[in-house]
């Protein structure tokens, strides 16, 4: 007979794949999308991870488990705004054609999110998570390190030495001392709101989503 701690530990690992019967709730890791990881291409894309960061309203914030690619957060060195970045588009075009098939498009929430030391707001199927969101969902330090992908790795992802491997991260926030510069999630897990200069390409991109809880249903 399975002991009941043995039956407590499968249940912790279990993942929402397919044959997902119950409302996703903040905790929760589920597949959805897919896209290149393990960099062979030969054996076609991975699927995606994420993890349920909250549930509000009914709609689900996913934030991807993994550091997916690299991206400098604005091509050229010129002031910007999330508005007007380069990863934004790229999230929004390149990463939403690649990692979403037409049915997982339907799933996703559109929604008006503002974006503190920025301008107005956007309304996008893709982004990335706040400064001040990383730094209040997250509950420390340790729980915001991340690594990266294979394939992101083999592209050139910054690997720190000192936090053993642990990498660097966007937020959409531009700095909150100089619109040359964007916010970022530290190797460290620290939140760092001064920023680092938006053509940096060797810093991480986790995308973020939006479900709607109840309605969650991967593509066959």
């Not at 960099?39 to 960061?53: A, L, R």
């Not at 075009?93 to 979403?100: P, R």
Request: charged share 25%; glycine share 8%; with cysteine.
């Amino acid at each position: 007979m399975i002991r009941k701690t043995a039956i407590a530990a499968l249940l912790a690992l279990f993942m929402l794949t397919g044959a997902a019967m119950a409302e996703i709730k903040a905790g929760d890791i589920i597949t959805f999308g897919s896209y290149e990881q393990d960099n062979d291409q030969t054996n076609g894309k991975e699927p995606i991870e994420w993890v349920v960061m909250e549930v509000e309203g009914g709609d689900a914030m996913l934030l991807s488990r993994y550091v997916l690619d690299i991206l400098a957060y604005n091509d050229g060195n010129m002031k910007t705004s999330w508005k007007k970045s380069s990863l934004r588009s790229w999230l929004n075009s390149t990463f939403y054609d690649e990692a979403f098939t037409g049915e997982e498009k339907a799933q996703l929430l559109i929604k008006e999110l503002e974006t503190k030391y920025d301008e107005g707001t956007t309304a996008d199927p893709v982004t990335l998570m706040t400064c001040p969101d990383a730094l209040r969902i997250f509950e420390n330090h340790q729980a915001r390190q991340c690594v990266g992908t294979e394939y992101a790795k083999a592209k050139g992802l910054y690997q720190s030495k000192k936090y053993k491997g642990f990498t660097h991260w966007w937020t959409r926030n531009p700095s909150w001392e100089s619109y040359n510069k964007a916010s970022y999630v530290a190797a460290s897990g620290g939140t760092m709101k001064c920023g680092a200069p938006l053509t940096n390409r060797n810093f991480g991109v986790r995308p973020l989503i939006y479900l709607k809880a109840a309605d969650f249903s991967p593509a066959q």
